[in-house]
């Protein structure tokens, strides 16, 4: 009897797509294998076919230079060190767009147990020609570790009033951080739209 179980799994592996059941291992010895690939036959597999995958791409939208005064500490949390780097100013530039980062805007920082940080900043952009863009940039950051290179990737929503700007507002935004110190006290940010 376990052997026919064995070569029924082993059939039931063999003829399932390697796309649909990459986690199909996990599944083997635990005599769910049969029942979830006959499962997978069902209509969701079919809708997966029809349906190609289309991959996100992205296009430069600007680069933010952001000038930062010195970190405020807030203080522990249950979740890690609270922190606050207010954002004195700075420029950006892209393809259609420049202009200067305002003063007012901050990153507030969770540093948190593993080393790893989880960065909001909320700042607004002026364009050359005085319209005002307001930025939400949430970003994780982890540090290298054990070869794994350093991580720095960001969520932005982008608010933009109606007119020659309002492009902003439909798309989805993400980017990149990374410091200028010990040369200045700012960050570079490039931000991509999904299209």
Known sequence: MTQELSDTRQKDTASM?????LGA?????????????RAAAGPSTATTDRVPMALPRTEFV??????????????QSPWGERRMVPIAGGSFEGPGLKGKVLPGGADRQLIRRDGARSLDAVYELQTHDGVIIS?????????????????AFSTLEIVAPEGRYGWLNDHVHVGTLDSLRPERAAVVIRVFRLV
């Open 135 to 151: 930025v939400r940039n949430k970003v994780l950051v982890r540090p290298p570790k054990d070869g794994v290179a350093r991580y």
């Open 62 to 75: 600007y680069e933010a230079v952001c000038d930062l005064e010195p970190t405020l500490d807030l203080g």
């Open 17 to 21: 797509p390697r796309r649909r059941w």
């Open 25 to 37: 291992g996990v599944l083997a010895g635990t005599g769910l294998m049969a029942t979830s690939a």
